[in-house]
Structures are given as C-alpha cells and as structure tokens.
C-alpha cells in the first residue's frame, strides 16, 4: 500500500471495528486511541459530552478511523505542540 505507515488495520482486535464508518471499507486502526483527544472541544471530530458533561464520548467520531484524515490529524498535533510547547 502506498504510504503504508499512514495505515494499519488489525481486523484480530476483539473491539474491530470499534467504530461504524459510512461507505468505507478501509478502516485505520492507526490511531486506535485518537490523539486528538487531549484537545478537548478543539479536536476537529464529531463528540459529544456525557455524564453530566464530565467525560469526552467520541463513539460517533469517525475522524482517526478515516485515512484520508491522517495529515490533519497530523497538522492538529503540531499546531497544539507549537502553540502550548507542552506535548
């Protein structure tokens, strides 16, 4: 696959797919715990809060799942890297 390290899939996890994706065959289990979670409501993805707010549910996300999506996840790390210098 052209640029393989931006993908990977382990159809053996107990938990694949772990998400639903619409019209998509090639799920990326490449960020199996999404990156973007630490920036909270600033991630990019489709979230919502739960618990009387107090956590993150991210089972509608779809984002770290897609391939395509891999540079802007990518872009979004380094901008919260460059901007807070604390990750």
Request: aromatic share 14%; hydrophobic share 25%.
């Amino acid at each position: 696959m052209k640029n393989s390290h931006r993908f990977f899939k382990n159809k053996k996890c107990k938990y694949f797919p772990c998400h639903k994706l619409p019209g998509k065959n090639d799920f990326n289990c490449l960020f199996c715990y999404c990156p973007l979670h630490i920036l909270g409501d600033k991630c990019g993805g489709n979230f919502r809060y739960g618990g009387a707010g107090k956590f993150k549910n991210c089972a509608d996300c779809h984002l770290p799942h897609i391939p395509e999506y891999y540079d802007k996840i990518i872009t979004k790390l380094k901008e919260a890297r460059d901007k807070n210098n604390n990750l």
